[in-house]
């Protein structure tokens, strides 16, 4: 039976063209997945992990990631004139304006078969003076949640999104789905 739900939903993993990352099985060991196990759109991940062993029972499911990136700061550029003449600008330039707000804000979502498990949302904004050199940064999610899908789960979706930031460049993601005793 468990060797046929895991066939058909990886079946159907591949007829719907989602990246498969993993299966997880309850009481299973932990799995890690790195930014490789997911797909890509924009700063935003997805990963599908196949669930068996839901029978309908209390089950515990624990997601923890550390994804590291690029920050953004918004700098702009604005026309000046430095020396006016009788016939209008003699010296323009250009003024170079850096914010003061330094963004790098990251979501993570988890979800199974459209049941809610968690989310979590962390940043590491920064009110800064001049531009800033160093704009690597790295958040810790964490969603923990007992709860019981009725056997309804069968494959979790994992969402990794990047709010406000530059780029995303490394995923550090453990998942866990065990039984409440």
Known sequence: MKKTILASALLMSVLSGAAQADTVYVNGALHTLSKSDFVQSGNNYTAYIDVVGDHGQQLIFDVDAVVGGYGYQQITYQRICLQMGPHGCTEPDIREIISDDFRYVVELNVTCNGIAIGSDIDNKNEQVSGRVSNKYREVKLLTRKNTATGGN????????????????????????VAEAF
């Not at 990794?160 to 866990?176: F, Q, T």
């Open 153 to 176: 789960c069968r494959q979790l979706k994992v969402q990794v999104n990047g709010l406000e930031l530059g780029s995303i460049s490394n995923i550090a993601l453990d998942v866990l």
